[in-house]
């Protein structure tokens, strides 16, 4: 029983994973905003890790999503109203996440942002 996983959990997971993935980001960069590792990602989206709260906090502010919305259950009309209405709102998001992303991983790492993006 121990190594089961429960509804919600796989609820959380897939909505990490599924927005994650709408949003463009990478498992490795997911986890370099969130403090863990990639292979942590990695296991987690395949039901092999189980995130704790403060996990799933530092998940949701690194996807830009309230926490609520990854114990939702996602349904298929759910899916087509989290996607941007036009293009550039998309353009705009991703930017906001990228600008997002340059400020942790420079405050995390230091040094210049090009020079640490060619190490991922």
Do not use: W
């Not at 292979?39 to 926490?67: C, D, F, H, Q, W």
């Not at 991983?105 to 210049?112: A, N, T």
């Amino acid at each position: 029983m121990e190594n089961e996983i429960s509804k919600l959990e796989k609820t959380v997971i897939d909505n990490i994973r599924r927005i994650r993935q709408e949003k463009g980001i990478s498992q490795l960069r997911l986890s370099i905003f969130c403090g863990t590792s990639a292979s942590y990602i990695g296991l987690m989206e395949t039901y092999k890790n189980i995130p704790k709260l403060s996990t799933i906090e530092r998940i949701a502010e690194a996807l830009n999503v309230p926490v609520l919305d990854l114990f939702r259950e996602n349904t298929d009309s759910e899916s087509q109203s989290t996607l941007p209405k036009s293009d550039s709102k998309e353009e705009e998001r991703k930017q906001k996440i990228r600008e997002h992303l340059k400020e942790e991983i420079l405050s995390r790492l230091g040094g210049d942002l090009d020079d640490l993006l060619k190490m991922i």
